[in-house]
């Protein structure tokens, strides 16, 4: 079994970085991660033409022919994924001693990142799937398989081959499609190796029984197959759990991850431990095409755990990798970019979540205080944000677990500073503010002072530059009132908002 200091997730937790950074820190590690994919390898033939008029010899649409294309599907396109998005792929699967096989084998040979460990049966036919698509929609699917147990002799084959594959992986992906390779040996062998080696084991399951996964880390079925092996529905947030709950008491899994579409994800964090659940909306911007996404989804959360990311961050990751990959047509793969510029794209949506009104501010602080959080709060105009500013940020946050950031409205600005103030309005500067890694919360209050924002929140700590004598603090005797401290922070020199705004000024007369 994996050693509680190589547990998922450690690395970050002691490093204690910011969310945004942490995700791309995960993500710039996925280059060194090597992750083995095994289970039912398929090739994904989708044919693209038009449809102008419906045929006069029966009421079906006539498909005129374009174009083809042929990409790895099933397991190939888990591990296809995992090398788009930069990491190390090992595909192990089975493949027929036909034109699809040596299709499929080609492309896996073609992907860079991506290396094939295919074991070939003469008497088994490669399984292919052909999907027809017009003006961007699917109008039918073709598929040629043969699902049916393995020979004695391939699958000890598969046994070797899941031996040498193990050798330095960080993790092992069981994707099964119910194609007859993830039969109890093969999955028996892989659990046994990652044990040995200390591995991730994360599987994509099917079927109604999912006792045969027992001892894996995570699980990641989809709302039905999680609907079926627990015998609760996902239709809502509350139910997702219980459906959770039960499948980590039958697996013994660590954590378990039911992607429930429309509906975004159900994490169940710690199974065998605190049981936290977190429920992810789902990222998606616009559906071309869902082929794949769960492929996309085991690929991203294996990365992301290998990576040595918490479940709940690597399931944010997974989630985010899903939306870019339904926005594409056909079984597409995720590249490493793609998924840098959806962290940047999510973390800025994310901000406006920490702007909230005082009510509010209230809530989430007393909720931080419940779970012995001590919450800091500091305030100011913060007109044109400069590094003196990021310094006090940083100093008041390591003063406590949770800081609070109120702002002064503009008309409050304008009834201290003058007419010409302030440079940014309020919107501006609160969206500004809520992008900085040690801010939690942002308040704006339209008075001259913070009064009402301290009695209303009682800060642990009560922050202001040492530009500031104890004396001249706002709400200093209400803090010290209840038991709380005021703490002036040094300030870095040579940064002021006057001075930039007074210099921006001359330069603009100097260029006139």
Same mark, same amino acid.
């Given at each position: 079994m994996r050693s509680k200091s190589n547990r998922p997730g450690r690395h970050y937790q002691q490093k204690g970085i910011s969310a945004l950074s942490l995700e791309h820190e995960i993500v710039s590690a996925f280059p060194s991660q090597r992750i083995v994919v095994l289970g039912d390898v398929m090739l994904d033939r989708f044919v693209f033409g038009d449809v102008q008029r419906v045929s006069p010899e029966a009421p079906i649409p006539i498909f005129r022919f374009g174009h083809d294309d042929h990409v790895l599907g099933g397991a190939g396109n888990v591990a296809r994924n995992v090398a788009r998005m930069g990491g190390q792929a090992t595909l192990i699967g089975v493949i027929g001693k036909d034109v699809t096989g040596r299709a499929l084998a080609a492309a896996a040979t073609r992907e860079a990142g991506l290396t094939p460990s295919l074991a070939t049966d003469a008497r088994r036919r490669t399984t292919l799937k052909t999907r027809f698509v017009a003006q961007g929609q699917q109008l039918l699917r073709v598929d040629e398989e043969a699902a049916e147990p393995l020979a004695p002799d391939i699958s000890q084959d598969l046994r070797q081959r899941i031996e040498i594959a193990a050798d330095g992986a960080n993790a092992i992906v069981l994707s099964d499609y119910a194609k007859g390779v993830l039969t109890e040996d093969s999955i028996a062998?892989?659990? +046994?190796?990652?044990? !040995?080696?200390?591995?991730?084991?994360?599987?994509?399951?099917?079927?109604?029984?999912? !006792?045969?996964? #027992? &001892? #894996?880390?995570?699980?990641?079925?989809?709302?039905?197959? *999680?609907?079926?092996?627990? &015998?609760?529905?996902?239709?809502?947030?509350?139910?997702?759990?219980?459906?959770?709950?039960?499948?980590?008491?039958?697996?013994?899994?660590?954590? $378990? $991850?039911?992607? !429930?579409?429309?509906?975004?994800?159900?994490?169940?964090?710690?199974?065998?431990? +605190?049981?936290?659940?977190?429920?992810?909306?789902?990222?998606?911007?616009?559906?071309?095409?869902?082929?794949? #996404?769960?492929?996309?989804?085991?690929?991203?959360? *294996? @990365?992301?755990?290998? +990576?040595?990311?918490?479940?709940?961050?690597?399931?944010?990751?997974?989630?985010?990798?899903?939306?870019? #990959?339904? &926005?594409? $047509?056909?079984?597409?793969?995720?590249?490493? *970019?793609?998924? !840098?510029?959806?962290?940047?794209?999510?973390?800025?949506?994310?901000?406006?979540?920490?702007?909230?009104?005082?009510?509010?501010?209230?809530?989430?602080?007393?909720?931080?205080?419940?779970?012995?959080?001590?919450?800091?709060?500091?305030?100011?105009?913060?007109? @044109?944000?400069?590094?003196?500013?990021?310094?006090l940020l940083q100093k008041a946050k390591a003063l406590g677990d949770k800081l609070i950031v109120a702002i002064n409205s503009d008309e409050s600005i304008k009834r201290l500073k003058g007419p010409s103030r302030p440079v940014q309005n309020e919107a501006a500067r609160a969206v500004v503010m809520a992008s900085i890694a040690p801010v939690d919360l942002v308040v704006i209050f339209a008075e001259d002072t913070p009064i009402e924002v301290i009695e209303a929140i009682r800060p642990d700590v009560l922050v202001k530059g040492a530009d500031y004598e104890l004396d001249q603090v706002a709400g200093r005797d209400i803090v010290e009132a209840y038991g709380g401290r005021v703490a002036l922070v040094p300030l870095e020199k040579g940064h002021s908002t006057t001075d930039a705004i007074r210099k921006a000024a001359a330069a603009s007369v100097e260029t006139r």
């Open positions: 062998s892989a659990l +046994s190796a990652a044990r !040995r080696r200390g591995a991730i084991v994360v599987v994509d399951p099917k079927g109604r029984d999912f !006792r045969r996964y #027992a &001892g #894996a880390t995570v699980i990641t079925p989809n709302a039905s197959e *999680a609907a079926q092996a627990s &015998g609760i529905d996902c239709d809502s947030d509350e139910s997702a759990s219980r459906a959770s709950r039960a499948i980590a008491d039958i697996t013994g899994c660590s954590a $378990v $991850v039911i992607t !429930r579409g429309a509906r975004g994800m159900t994490v169940l964090c710690e199974a065998q431990g +605190s049981g936290r659940m977190v429920h992810l909306p789902t990222e998606v911007r616009q559906v071309y095409d869902v082929s794949g #996404a769960g492929d996309t989804v085991v690929a991203a959360l *294996a @990365l992301a755990l290998a +990576s040595g990311a918490p479940i709940d961050k690597a399931a944010q990751i997974a989630n985010l990798a899903a939306g870019i #990959a339904v &926005g594409k $047509v056909g079984t597409a793969a995720v590249e490493a *970019a793609e998924l !840098r510029r959806a962290i940047n794209a999510s973390a800025v949506l994310a901000h406006d979540e920490k702007i909230v009104g005082l009510e509010t501010a209230v809530s989430i602080a007393r909720s931080w205080r419940l779970h012995d959080k001590r919450v800091v709060l500091t305030n100011g105009c913060f007109d @044109l944000l400069h590094p003196g500013h990021i310094g």
